[in-house]
């Protein structure tokens, strides 16, 4: 027979949904350093251009579109 926790879960499936949620979490933990590591190449790329270079890159394109993504990231980010 289960034995129940507070919830009224029997402990089996309230531990598969810890698990689940500890994995998710894990998840979570890894995109965001991610983004750290791609909102940090970004901005040492913003560091070694000229106003001239950052201006051509960012004109438009998909490469303007992703370094736009990668802008408002960095401002996400920031606000943690």
Same mark, same amino acid.
């Given at each position: 027979m289960y034995g129940c926790r507070e919830g009224g879960l029997p402990i089996?499936? @309230?531990?598969r949904k810890?698990?689940?949620l500890a994995t998710q979490?894990?998840?979570l933990a890894a995109i965001i350093s991610? @983004? #750290? %590591?791609? %909102?940090k190449r970004f901005q @040492? &790329?913003?560091d070694i251009c000229s106003e001239e270079q950052w201006e051509e890159i960012t @004109?438009?394109?998909?490469i303007g #579109? &992703? &370094?736009?993504a990668l802008f408002d990231l960095e401002s996400d980010l920031e606000r943690e």
């Open positions: 089996p499936i @309230a531990h810890m698990n689940t979490i894990q998840g991610s @983004a #750290e %590591v791609a %909102v @040492a &790329l913003r @004109a438009g394109g998909p #579109e &992703l &370094l736009d």
